[in-house]
């Protein structure tokens, strides 16, 4: 039966380890969680473990038996995993946190609260662009036959996640024993997405055949795989909190509001083609050669409507109070101040003030402008190996070339377009939301229309290249003290290289002047955008085309308008670098067990890894001579080493009955990304008045952050497919790379620079408890009943002395979070359905230091409410070979809800979508 799979269940298994590029689990055993006797002796009520049953004892089973701490989601039929793409299927995972990106689908994991993962594919690592991280997205479900979630290192594992790894799994060659046709076709309706009722089509096929011959077996496997979405995303979003006294003449003097209120739509289309394939040759039962590729590739058409209110701007401003008065720290424009006037500060601009609260506000003959974003994106990423598996008696030797080149470009280009609007009405928080509405929608009137503020261009390309080979042995004793000893090389050999160009002009004569009718642009120049919820009901509004702003006779159109060159501009070059870097490593690692009685016996792993890491750098920087006050760009480059010992230990003991307990102890490593190694300066002019000229910079002597992890548990393993386990984990982090701002005059311009250094320190702790369990002696019809579940709890801290954030949880981590589900399997049905909540975490600064905050609240975060999605899905069997699927995310319609600093301060809405699918599966 192929049905859904879900294992999320928290493990730590460490033994006798395979080579990375080899990893096979054991195979089954009768009851998964049993010994073989216990198995045999319950010979007469042996259950037939089929579908996703069969899938979630297979995840168990990696789960005890893995030589690392593992959490594994194995799809229960060819190119079938449990949810519609990889991260969502990872947030089911114990102590993995996602998010939910811009197009509405799962992305950004974090494994504990740490995002600095080392992505591997069969192994090998894997990334996207530049980065040192892969986007999971990028690579389709349908593609893969498993995901393993690493929380801990063995020697023989690839260095480069603090937070620890994840190796998605594709199907080989010789995993099948006959010729095999599989596929699957899918259709899903998204909310959002529109009024049409779009069907968003993915389709996959997998062709595989094996052969005898007198040269041994010979296999082969081709598998390809597309979808294509149209989606939709709103947004609502409270401007920067600002004293009122900063408004219009008349205002209030003691209140703090929004300075605005802005929404937004991200919209448009991607495509994912997707193609890998496998040869395998196995001239004996000992040699193993393969070759086996991928190419991964993305294609969107990224659209965003971004309507923005100035209600500061207006000739009135009336607000209503509300009953929280504290005291602020303000600054003569209104806005957050750090500088304030005290006996040991007599210089200081800003004072201490007590505000209250304004509920809601009025403002009147206000600036409205919506900006319009087309962007053009594309990805591929291509992979190609080869390499063999061979044994000589008790001696295994694999060894693995592989190259990967990865190409990421984006075109963007936006407009700016607006006039003065009669009426905006905004309540700051309804139901922990933003609402806001303009008595006659003057936003979809035409009239009065003309350029606002600048227009924008950002062209970037990047691209990454990694030629790497590995090979290591392992010697298996067989039996004694000492079980096996393992050591091995890889080298390693990367590029990056990245250029943009970001920036543009003002307005035409200033915003607001030139009309949008006098341009001359085409008379269908302007369509109606996607409403927001919380904008006037959802009523549609304005735009400038975005399918326009893709042409390029219409981009040289508004180039000249603008008053610069029409023609596509150059990369600039302080924001272009280059980076080469080699890597060596090198491990050993050794095997033990001991006996200590008919039942009880200890083993596990101890080891070592080595590692050198040789990078250059180059990139640009602007530099002005203090004497002539001129500048000019002049390259910067450098040159760094690192070298690193990553030991690592663990101890299994198994007490027999399926009780053990674990203890590991790894030290991790992950290098700071190339954009954050960058030598050069780069920087922007804003020409909105709210935000602030803002430029960053790289450090290339940044060294690698580093963490010494430790983890316990207790498992318990029992009847067919059933466990539970209480995992104890603690991270010990150094050298947490951080990012501080500074302010720097340069051509007679203050800017904002964010640079990222070696500063920080932080540590967390947690448990995750996890389990499942099948219901089997309940009556007939109903023993097809079965639950799952598991719950995280993580207690983080930066421990970085003098840092703003010292004291406070690490970004991006919430303390809490769980997933619960109930699946069924019986009479050809499937079925499952899983409620995953997170708690409230904080995951960055708001405002670039802009936004008001009382005085209690010494760091500015935006935080993110607590939530919890539920999805289902269901499955019949036709027959032995065809499945019918319907799927549902996000079912109860839950939204991301952003909070200033504290829940009260309600900063943005963001409208998750919810999703249906219907289709079929076939397997012959």
Known sequence: MKQYLYASVASIALVSSASAIAQTAPAADPAVGQDPSAAADEGAEDIVVTGIRQSLARAAEIKRESPAVVDSIVAEDIGKLPDLTTASALQRVPGVQVVVGGNNEIVGARIRGLDDIITTLNGREIFTGVGRGFSFQDLPAEALAGVDVYKSSSAERIEGGVAGGVDMRLRRALDF????????????????????????????????????????????????????????????????????????????????????????????????????????????????????????????????????????????????????????????????????????????????????????YTARNLEYYTATVANRARTDIYVLATGFNKEFGALTWNTDISYESSTNRNNSFRVDIGKRIAELTQIRDVNHEVQATTPGNPMNDPAGLAFANGMTEDINRSRGTLWAVMSDMKYDFGGGFLDHLQAGVRIARRKADFEQYLGGPPAPGGSFVTPLSAAGLPSDILVQAPGVPQMNEGASFLQIDPNYLLQEDIKRQLRTLYRISPNTPAFDPTRDYDAQEKSYAGFIQAGYNIALGDTIAIDGMVGLRVTRTDRDIAGSGRVTDPATSTSSVVLVQRSTSDTDLLPNASARIKFGGGLQSRFNYSKTLSRPSFGQLNPGLSYVVS?????????????????????????????????????????????????????????????????????????????????????????????????????????????????????????????????????????????????????????????????????????????GLNGIRAAGRLDFGLNYDLTPDITISLAGTNVTGQRTRNFESREDFVREVRNDDTTYSLGVRFNF
Request: proline share 6%; aromatic share 12%.
């Open 687 to 859: 020409y909105v008045n709210t935000i602030q000229n803002s430029g960053s910079g790289g450090n290339p002597d940044l060294k690698p952050q580093k963490a010494d992890s430790f983890d316990a548990s207790l498992e318990y393993y029992f009847g067919s497919s059933n466990y539970v386990s209480v995992v104890a984990f603690y991270r010990d982090i150094k050298d947490r790379i951080i990012s501080g701002t500074e302010a720097r005059t340069i051509d007679g311009l203050q800017y904002v620079i964010s640079t990222p250094r070696n500063l920080g320190a932080a540590k967390i702790k947690g448990l995750e408890v996890g389990g499942q369990l099948f219901l089997d002696f309940l009556p007939e019809g109903l023993d097809g009943l079965g639950v799952i579940g598991n719950f995280t709890i993580i207690d983080s801290e930066v421990t970085t002395p003098g840092d703003r954030l010292e004291g406070l949880p690490l970004l991006g981590v919430s303390k809490y979070n769980y997933n619960a589900g109930l699946i069924f399997e019986k009479y050809g049905i499937s079925a499952r359905a899983i409620y995953t909540y997170r708690s409230q975490y904080f995951d960055g600064d708001i405002t670039n230091g802009l936004s008001l905050r009382p005085v209690s609240i010494p760091v």
């Open 177 to 360: 024993k006959e010729l095999t046709i599989a596929g699957s076709a899918r259709a899903t309706y998204l909310k959002e997405a529109g009024s049409d009722d779009t069907l968003n089509p993915a389709v996959s096929l997998l062709v595989a055949n094996r052969w005898s011959t007198g040269a041994g077996d010979i296999a082969a496997m081709l598998g390809i795989s597309y979808q294509r979405n149209k989606y939709a995303r709103p947004i609502a979003w409270n401007d920067w909190t600002r004293a009122t006294s900063a408004a219009p003449a008349g205002s209030p003097q003691n209140l703090h509001a929004p300075t605005g209120f802005a929404a937004g739509v991200e919209f448009g289309h991607y495509e994912r083609p997707q193609a890998n394939f496998s040869l395998e040759w196995a001239p004996d039962p000992t040699s193993k050669i393969y070759v086996e590729g991928l190419f991964a590739g993305y294609r969107g058409n990224v659209f965003q409507a971004r309507p923005t209110f100035r209600a500061y701007t207006g000739s009135s401003f009336t607000a209503t109070a509300g009953d929280t008065c504290e005291d602020f720290a303000v600054g003569p424009d209104g806005y957050y101040s750090g500088n304030v006037r005290s006996p040991s500060n007599p210089t200081g601009t800003g004072t201490i003030r007590q505000l209250c609260n304004a509920t809601g």
